[in-house]
C-alpha cells in the first residue's frame, strides 16, 4: 500500500505563492541589457496564486500577484519553491476584468 497524500490547504489570510521565472537577463526601456546578477533594490515581483487560506478576500487561485519576495517564508513541494504570506503583504492582482485598475496590462 502507498503512502497517504495529504492535500495542502493555506489557513486563515495566507496566500501560497509560486514565483514567475525570471530571464537571465533583462532590458531596460532603452533597451540597455541588465545582467542577471545585477540586483536591484527593493524589486517587486509577479508570481501565481497556486493556495488562498478562507479569510482571504481579494485574490484566488489562478491570480497573478505583485510582492516582494525578500521578507516572506519559502516552502518546498515536489521540487518546487513556493513562498507563503499573508494576503497584506501583496501589492497587486492582475486580472482580465477590474472596476478600478491602473489601465496597464501584463
Not at 29 to 45: D, E, H, Y
Not at 67 to 79: A, I, L, T
Not at 96 to 102: A, E, F, K, M, R
Amino acid at each position: 500500500m502507498g503512502d497517504p497524500k495529504f492535500e495542502i490547504q493555506m489557513l486563515h489570510d495566507r496566500v501560497m505563492v509560486k514565483v514567475e521565472q525570471e530571464s537571465e537577463e533583462r532590458r531596460s526601456t532603452a533597451g540597455i541589457v541588465i545582467p542577471a546578477t545585477v540586483k536591484m533594490a527593493n524589486r517587486l515581483v509577479w508570481g501565481e496564486v497556486c493556495g488562498a487560506g478562507q479569510n482571504v478576500r481579494a485574490v484566488k487561485v489562478g491570480d497573478k500577484v505583485l510582492f516582494n519576495p525578500e521578507d516572506q517564508y519559502e516552502v518546498e513541494v515536489h521540487g518546487q519553491v513556493y513562498l507563503v504570506m499573508r494576503e497584506r503583504d501583496l501589492h497587486a492582482i492582475a486580472t482580465p476584468q477590474t472596476d478600478n485598475g491602473t489601465g496597464l496590462y501584463l
